[in-house]
């Protein structure tokens, strides 16, 4: 069955660096799919369940903590893995993370190798 | 980067739907076929014209159909244009992100570091991490004497001497020229014979334009270095140089203000044998820095005054460095004692010894027996080498005194005024008269809780030159030899009834008890003396004041 994953962020940059950081993954018959804001990423989410997401706090519209939130309180969708990406020096947010059901927190400027391990991780490919 | 994959385009949830309605719209079939035949769209029995699909000039597949399968075969060009545009960028955006990625992480290391090599270290290992090399150095050089210092090094070559000293070797060129190359030219690399490098890549250290050093690459394979690995390693030296430059001054910073510290330890120390801690103390000051002209203090203390008998003798048939010498020796050999009992020594006056026992008289008494005593191994010592045994003697006042920072200006002096110290000097003078070792006042005396513990003999009252009252003073017999001790002490009471019968101008019974000791004690000079006098009055008018003082005795 074909995987799906979902980037969420609204800066175009950060997307790209995503994508071309889980190129490979393509191979694998995974399905990139990516939202500017919480609102589309919400919706996405909702329709297309993927497996994992990327998913920045900081973004207009919604945030990422309350697309989270949404997801895992509200819509039950426990089976959706959520990586969630802050910005260094706000660490605070971690705490806040595990409240919104956050699986796992990634800190930005991220580390391209960390950031596939975690994606082939969740998606159990080799 | 990963190569495109016309699959992945075709199979896209924007893409399909487009193929299936252009298929359905042109009323003509057409076959998308992978670069091995593979089909991927659409049916392909009995196409007559193919057209390629192509991504930079790579073939990725084709559109087999009629003629209208160019505009399908065009469109998809187009697609696959735009997508390997996008991966490009990707790429180039990717890379950015981990050289950015990398130089963040390093910075971070570096600034958790403080020694300029584990710095230098953590350059190098960073560095060989990123670029394929079998060996690495980094050498700081040293201007001044144009040579280099290893900083760093890894993968274990040994360079010589000449290497890094060698003016004119290729290393010490590298690291003083203030560039970043890459050499893979054999006749150059043959110059560093210890390094066996078929390729070498290095990169300056560089602070405000000045030349530090360089990080150094050695590749003994046949790899090529690559001007991406020389943007890297210059990134590398580039954020190591000013860590490893603060390091220096940071190390060198704490080096010298080590050896301020040691400076002023060492004059601390030197000034503490000058002026004593006690004394600085006394006044109370914590420092000598602190001390000021004028400053005093008053205070009841024990003067100990010691002197070396018959030492003009002594030092006749002595040189005059070993006159020194045997005078440092004794005083090496007293002062430990004095300081011991809580005493500083003032001064030291030649063969004599002035000390201040600023607490009570026991440290002073106490100190006098054991010098007694010490005197009586040192001795022993001489008796060995055939060397005239020493003879001391030690006088001891207590009462006040005056302790103060005299002289002028730019002269300063650690003095001590006092009518004390005249005293104790006179009365360490009466040892010669009275023939004992060691005299004390009754003011010290006085201050002796447990008189019992030290033996004592009272010698009567004198006047000493300069004083107007009187002094009753004490031998103390404690520090004498072992054989000197016993025959004092087995004659005390005998001594003591004299001595009583003597102030009493009974002086025939004085004489008789007198004589007694020295029947015990043939030794005993100082009942000798004593005896003497008790003759003398024995046979004059003593005036009815006569109150037993011996005057002027000093002169």
């Known amino acids: 069955m074909q995987q799906k994953l979902l980037i969420v962020d609204d800066e175009a940059h950060i997307r790209m660096l995503i994508e071309q950081t889980l190129e490979e993954l393509e191979d694998n018959d995974v399905e990139f799919l990516s939202a500017d804001n919480g609102e589309k990423a919400l919706e996405i989410i909702s329709e297309e369940k993927p497996h994992l997401v990327f998913l920045d706090v900081m973004m207009p519209k919604m945030n990422g903590m309350e697309v989270c939130r949404r997801v895992k309180k509200e819509l039950g969708l426990n089976d959706v893995y959520i990586v969630l990406l802050t910005a260094k020096g706000q660490e605070l947010d971690r705490q806040k993370g595990q409240e919104v059901g956050a699986d796992v927190y990634m800190t930005k400027p991220f580390d391209p190798e960390v950031l596939l391990k975690k994606a082939k991780e969740v998606l159990s490919i080799e | ?555």
């Open chain 2, 1 to 555: 980067m990963a190569r495109l994959k016309l699959n992945n385009l075709i199979s896209k949830k924007e893409v399909t739907p487009l193929l299936s309605s252009f298929a359905a719209s042109l009323a003509s079939q057409f076959c998308i076929e992978d670069e091995k035949e593979k089909i991927l769209f659409g049916n392909c029995d009995e196409q007559t014209h193919e057209y390629l699909l192509k991504s930079d000039d790579e073939i990725l597949g084709k559109v087999r159909g009629d003629g209208n399968a160019e505009r399908i075969a065009e469109f998809l060009n187009l697609l696959l244009y735009k997508e390997s545009e996008k991966k490009k960028l990707g790429t180039e955006v990717l890379n950015l992100y981990q050289e950015l990625n990398f130089i963040f992480n390093f910075s971070e290391k570096l600034a958790q570091l403080i020694e300029p090599d584990a710095i230098a270290q953590t350059a190098l290992n960073e560095a060989q991490h990123l670029i394929s090399s079998t060996s690495g150095v980094v050498v700081l050089f040293d201007e001044a004497h144009i040579r280099l210092n290893l900083l760093a090094s890894s993968g274990g070559i040994n360079f010589s001497e000449d290497d890094f000293n060698e003016h004119g070797s290729l290393l010490l060129q590298l690291a003083a020229s203030g560039q970043s190359e890459i050499i893979s030219d054999a006749p150059t690399l043959q110059n560093i014979q210890s390094s066996q490098a078929q390729s070498i890549i290095y990169a300056s250290l560089k602070v405000n334009q000045r030349v530090m050093g360089a990080i150094i690459l050695f590749n003994q394979g046949f790899g090529q270095y690559t001007a991406g690995d020389l943007k890297l390693l210059t990134t590398l030296a580039l954020q190591s140089s000013s860590a490893i430059n603060s390091a220096l001054l940071y190390e060198k910073n704490i080096r010298e203000a080590r050896e301020r510290e040691e400076a002023m330890r060492r004059i601390h120390e030197i000034t503490v044998k000058f002026v004593p801690r006690e004394f600085i103390r006394s006044l109370g000051k914590e420092v000598i820095t602190d001390v000021r002209l004028g400053d005093q203090v008053e205070r009841e203390v024990t003067v100990l005054f010691s002197d070396i008998r018959d030492f003009t003798t002594l030092s006749e048939q002595m040189t005059p460095a070993e006159n020194f010498f045997f005078v440092s020796s004794f005083n090496e050999l007293m002062g430990p004692i004095i300081r011991r009992h809580n005493g500083f020594i003032n001064q030291y006056l030649g063969d004599a010894i002035m000390a201040i026992f600023p607490g009570s008289a026991v440290d002073a008494v106490a100190a006098a027996v054991e010098m007694q005593l010490a005197l009586n191994e040192f001795n022993n010592e001489r008796k060995i080498k055939n060397q005239l045994p020493i003879q001391i003697g030690i006088g001891m006042h207590t009462g006040p005194l005056i302790m103060g920072i005299t002289g002028d200006e730019l002269r300063l002096d650690a003095t001590t005024i006092s009518d004390t110290v005249n005293t104790a000097a006179r009365i360490e003078n009466l040892t010669k008269h009275f023939k004992c070792g060691v005299i004390l006042t009754n003011e010290t005396l006085q201050q002796l809780s447990q008189t019992e513990k030290y033996k004592l003999r009272h010698l009567g009252l004198v006047k000493v030159k300069g004083k107007k009252n009187l002094l009753s003073i004490h031998e103390c017999f404690s520090g004498n030899t072992e054989l000197q001790f016993q025959m004092k002490l087995s004659t005390l009471n005998i001594f003591s009834d004299g001595m009583s019968f003597y102030l009493d101008k009974s002086f025939e019974k004085a004489a008789t008890a007198f004589q007694n000791v020295i029947d015990a004690d043939a030794a005993d000079l100082t009942a000798k003396i004593f005896l003497r006098k008790a003759t003398k009055y024995l046979n004059a008018v003593v005036p009815e004041d006569w109150m037993a003082v011996e005057e002027n005795l000093n002169s």
